[in-house]
């Protein structure tokens, strides 16, 4: 079936494209050596979550910054073909749809949607949570209310990881949209402030918080599906499930360290983000989505 948009018109209006801007950008304050680096990335990548404020700081050398307008980038989106040609047009519009299933669906519960900004980003980039480079993997900043990608790495990561697809690209752009979600119903702020309090229980409700954008990015594929949004066949669907077992915990370790060690997990099993993920999907309804419980 493939995926089927209910209109080809990409509206650009939100996004911020800084690609190009700015240089190279160090993980850490001393560096983390090739080993520490890998296993960095492999923890943050497709999907990496929902980054603390004070999980990334300033960096010495070149930061990209505010960068260029979208003028460009619209008109190009905008040309017959070009939302399933091109990666940045396709995840432009993949936005699109989210912002307007949630602010449906927000407007139905009476209360009104903001959306969070799309930063495209190359290398490294200035966020309100302070200086990421690419190697975080594509992540939601609360401060600023916005999702920061670096398609090109992206596209390394999928490849890297099996998560390929197009609809791989769209459940992770939606369970980034589902970190706002968070922000917007004030469950970031709780559990931040919980794991403040109890830093024994910190990676437990680190994983609750991942598990639970799984399952809104589920909630968002089935609005969007029964809507005519973005229509999908089960090969879709498929593709967005392999992409979240792909960066469940125990598949990351396993290929890093050879070993599984459920006590350092940060994000879920393969088996918990699929099971999220569906259980968002079947249900369509965010209610469905209490991982905390």
């Known amino acids: ?57 300033p960096q ?19 040309t017959d073909g070009a939302v399933q040609e091109y990666d940045d047009c396709f995840l432009v519009k993949v936005y699109n749809e989210i912002n307007e299933v949630w602010t449906d669906e927000f407007a139905r519960a009476g209360e009104q949607y903001e959306q969070p900004g799309l930063v495209f980003f190359t290398q490294g980039v200035q966020t309100g949570c302070g ?12 401060p600023d209310q916005s999702i920061y990608i670096d398609i090109g790495f992206l596209e390394q990561l999928q490849q890297q990881f099996g998560a390929e697809g197009r609809y791989a690209q769209a459940y992770i752009l939606a369970h980034e949209a589902g970190h706002h979600l968070q922000t917007l119903f004030g469950t970031e702020r709780k559990v931040r402030a919980s794991q403040q309090a109890r830093p024994n229980a910190a990676n437990e409700l680190s994983v609750a918080m991942e598990l639970q954008a799984d399952c809104y990015a589920g909630v968002w594929s089935k609005l969007a599906d029964d809507a005519g949004n973005v229509s999908v066949g089960d090969a879709e669907v498929d593709q967005a499930l392999g992409a979240a077992e792909a960066v469940g915990d125990d598949r990351i370790q396993q290929k890093t360290q050879g070993r599984v060690d459920p006590e350092s997990w940060t994000h879920g099993s393969a088996e918990q983000r699929r099971q999220w993920f569906t259980t968002g999907r079947q249900t369509g309804d965010v209610n469905a989505c209490n991982t905390f419980g």
């Open 131 to 142: 200086t990421a480079s690419s190697q975080v993997g594509p992540f939601y900043c609360p």
């Open 1 to 57: 079936m493939g995926i089927d948009f209910d209109d080809q018109s990409v509206d650009t209006s939100g996004v911020s494209d800084r690609r190009g801007v700015g240089g190279p950008i160090a993980i850490g304050g001393g560096g983390v050596g090739i080993v520490g680096l890998i296993v960095y990335l492999l923890v943050a990548v497709l999907g990496g979550g929902n980054v603390d404020p004070g999980q990334l700081v």
């Open 60 to 78: 010495d050398g070149s930061v990209a910054g505010q960068g260029a307008g979208t003028s460009d980038l619209e008109e190009r989106c905008n």
